[in-house]
């Protein structure tokens, strides 16, 4: 089970939002390179990036500091991307700086072939990233909520190639209370791909509660304000997490 450390880019800066609001953000760090660096000797074995003004812009906006990032940790740990990915020169400027995924949330609900044409040039590193409310698709930065069903849509894309499935429960993303277990057991058991939860990592009882669950398709879990907050201690949390993983 990876626990994943997740740097969320505002203005270069490292924020979090609660349930994706860019006016409620919360400066951890004006120096993400520094805390990319902190997680990776903390034992990270990969990382999640997102540029939230990318996401907001349709565009990347955060490409120094990305690229920064990537050149302080990329030979030493796998990095994942996401936010304003809408076109393939993007994908392929991106895995050229170093970068072992991309992540295509809202593009892929709005221009499917645009994912399926990701997978097919980029096999094996293109993830597809589908936020939830009440088991419905949203996009948009989280403010529209569509009538796709989160299941049926994944399966869809899982045909198309993409390497692995993020979903995060927007209900519970930044609110510190608790990963939707059942929701993300679901969703992994229709698929043949990995799920990656995302939204809600509070405490050790969580990656107990994953752990768990891990056999049914769940490769890891993103972490985001816990790990920044102090409620869960990174490295305990990998460590826990190997244990019980080898049980």
Not at 20 to 33: E, H, L, N, W
Not at 116 to 125: I, T, W, Y
Not at 187 to 208: F, K, Y
Not at 211 to 220: F, S, T
Request: charged share 25%.
């Amino acid at each position: 089970m990876l626990l994943i450390p997740a740097i969320d880019l505002k203005d270069g800066q490292c924020v979090r939002l609660k349930q994706g609001v860019m006016d409620d953000a919360t400066v951890f760090s004006d120096d993400p390179v520094k805390v990319a660096l902190h997680w990776r000797d903390q034992g990270a074995r990969r990382l999640h990036l997102v540029d939230l003004n990318g996401a907001f812009a349709g565009k990347p906006k955060n490409l120094s500091v990305i690229r920064e990032i990537l050149a302080a940790v990329g030979n030493d740990m796998p990095v994942q991307l996401g936010g304003g990915i809408r076109d393939l020169d993007t994908i392929e400027k991106y895995l050229d700086l170093g970068l072992e995924f991309v992540i295509i949330g809202t593009a892929a609900v709005k221009t499917p072939g645009f994912l399926h044409d990701a997978c097919d040039a980029f096999p094996g590193q293109v993830i597809v990233g589908l936020d939830a409310k009440d088991g419905k698709v949203a996009i948009d930065g989280w403010a529209k909520v569509t009538n796709h069903d989160v299941v049926e849509m994944a399966k869809r894309f899982q045909d198309y190639g993409v390497a692995s499935v993020i979903y995060t429960d927007i209900g519970r993303d930044g609110m510190m209370n608790g990963v939707n277990i059942d929701a993300t057991v679901t969703l992994a058991q229709a698929l043949t791909v990995p799920v990656i939860a995302s939204g809600g990592l509070t405490n050790l009882d969580d990656v107990r509660g994953l752990c768990a669950v891990e056999g049914e398709g769940i490769e890891g879990a993103i972490t985001g304000r816990a790990i920044y907050e102090g409620s869960i201690d990174f490295s305990q949390a990998q460590a826990l997490a190997d244990e019980l993983s080898e049980a």
